[in-house]
């Protein structure tokens, strides 16, 4: 809007005086009027149209001057976005996490580029499983129930922190042996692969792979040949059952001639630790981190798993909280990842088709850190409790709705969520915090590293009645089930 800006040296925004409206072709919704310079990010207070037919949607941006003689001011120019070519860029089933979009603003006489205006949308789609069965919907935990104990990715997250054996996380193995210490709920983290079947596995890369791949890369049969280089019919074994190494020299081998006897305790699992330890070395993720979870040799390796596996077999007493895995922009470019994913409302509906169809009437609660998909969740079911994830006290994010907990608080009642999940740091250090949280009429949960001081634990529960924790180490959990 260069021709109409009234520039002095003093006045840092020219843009006063200037107002957008926003309205929408096909779609019906309340009509928004911005008055400019936009100061703060408005990304947690957006403008919601509905529509039948997202190929018909037109949004529209209409500038303004104001004008004392005329009440709407004078039309200067205008914008108008096809949303339906903006989303299908990279075709069917995958979108970009790049979500600002820049159009030009052109002269309402002239056609002339005046300006240009950067927005961002979310296209929330309807459920389409019509096969699913109506179920009551869930109740989210309240004061009566007792403050609700969850094992994060099973029996802990592995860390080489913990100077002690570690069963592989997000394993059916972890998964299990957590129902030993009482608790209420195991969390899992779900990502999903090129062909669309919902996996349980944490780290957004997949380091095992020997390159910086993510889940979303690997067809589920390539993901699942990760499992299967670390089990005894790895690759190595494969070529003894081929070739007979007794008549080798062992310097040609780089191990022992093959005996009857167990392949767990020989020195051929050396071998195989070493391979993958040099596999992944070369890896963004373990030159940063320097360690990865479930990896034979360092922990007590179970078979990677799927969330129809684990519907499948869990015990239906006990409860999982599912946390939904997708990169934001900003953690794919911290990850150094390719800036694309499976498109939001395929990877929501994949996963609640696999709930529905298997859920029974074991307690389900969704989790997650992306805000969008804490949105697609509330928005296409009412059955399962959806709960936003933070961190924000960690380390900064790139989404004002995730920078701290205010602003997490405010998006979860804007959005109808019942309550926020949030890094154990800021109420261990403030319990008042949590105080904040339940006086928002909010569920309150913590998770993290600082749980699993019983003392935190305890003052939490006794002091601020949180509702539910997660645990990282089996000895803060036995204490608790005592305590109680």
């Known amino acids: 809007m260069d021709p109409y800006l009234t520039k002095f040296p003093y006045n840092p925004y020219p843009e006063i005086g200037f107002s957008v409206k926003i309205s929408a072709v096909g779609a019906s919704g309340s009509t928004g009027l911005i008055q400019l310079p936009i100061l703060n990010d408005t990304t947690n207070h957006p403008y919601v149209f509905t529509t039948t037919d997202l190929d018909r949607v ?14 709407d001011g004078e039309h200067i120019g205008g914008a108008v976005a096809l949303l339906a070519e903006l989303k299908s860029g990279l075709g069917p089933d995958r979108e970009s996490l790049i979500r600002s979009h820049k159009i030009p603003v052109l002269h309402r006489g002239s056609l002339e580029p005046i300006g240009a205006i950067t927005f961002d949308f979310l296209v ?10 109506p179920i009551t919907p869930r109740e989210i935990w309240n004061g009566a129930a007792g403050t609700q104990v969850i094992g994060h990715r099973g029996l802990g997250q592995n860390h080489p922190s913990f100077r002690r054996l570690q069963i592989g996380e997000n394993t059916i193995q972890s998964f299990l042996a957590t129902m030993d210490l009482g608790v209420s709920y195991i969390e899992c983290d779900v990502q999903m692969t090129r062909d669309h079947v919902p996996i349980i596995y944490h780290d957004f890369l997949l380091s095992e792979s ?3 791949l993510a889940p979303h890369h690997l067809s589920f049969d390539q993901f699942m040949h990760i499992n299967d280089i670390q089990t005894a019919r790895s690759i190595s074994q494969v070529l003894t059952e081929n070739i007979n190494l007794s008549k080798l020299p ?9 005996r009857s006897r167990a392949h767990s305790l020989d020195q051929t699992t050396d071998l195989r630790n070493r391979s993958l330890l040099e596999r992944m070395k070369h890896t963004y993720e373990f030159k940063l981190k320097g ?4 990896v034979i040799g360092e922990h007590i390796h179970a078979p990677l798993t799927t969330l129809e596996e684990i519907l499948r077999t869990l015990p239906e007493a006990l409860g999982i909280d599912i946390e939904l895995k997708y990169p934001m922009l900003w953690e794919a470019e911290d990850w150094k990842m390719d800036l694309y994913g499976v498109e939001l409302n395929k990877f929501v509906d994949v996963i609640l088709d696999k709930v529905y169809t298997l859920g029974g ?3 389900i609660i969704f989790t997650s850190f992306s805000p969008e998909l804490c949105i697609l969740v509330a928005h296409k079911q009412n059955q399962y409790p959806v709960l936003f994830l933070n961190e924000s006290n960690l380390f900064p994010t790139g989404d004002v709705r995730a920078s701290n907990l205010q602003e997490a608080v405010y998006f979860a009642r804007r959005w109808n969520l019942p309550g926020v999940v949030m890094s154990s740091e800021p109420f261990v250090m403030s319990p008042k915090l949590m105080v904040y949280v339940k006086d928002a009429g909010l569920v309150c949960v913590s998770f993290g590293f600082l749980n699993n001081d019983a003392e935190n634990a305890k003052a939490s529960i006794l002091r601020c009645h949180l509702d539910a924790f997660d645990f990282y180490s089996r000895h803060v959990s036995l204490l608790l089930i005592h305590f109680y």
């Open 58 to 71: 037109q949004l529209v941006f209409s500038v303004f001057k104001s004008n004392v003689e005329i009440q």
């Open 124 to 133: 929330v789609k309807p459920f389409p499983n019509p096969n699913t069965h």
């Open 210 to 212: 020997g390159a910086d």
């Open 250 to 258: 062992v310097e040609l081998t780089g191990t022992p001639r093959p």
């Open 291 to 294: 360690f990865k979870g479930n």
């Open 361 to 363: 009437r074991r307690n």
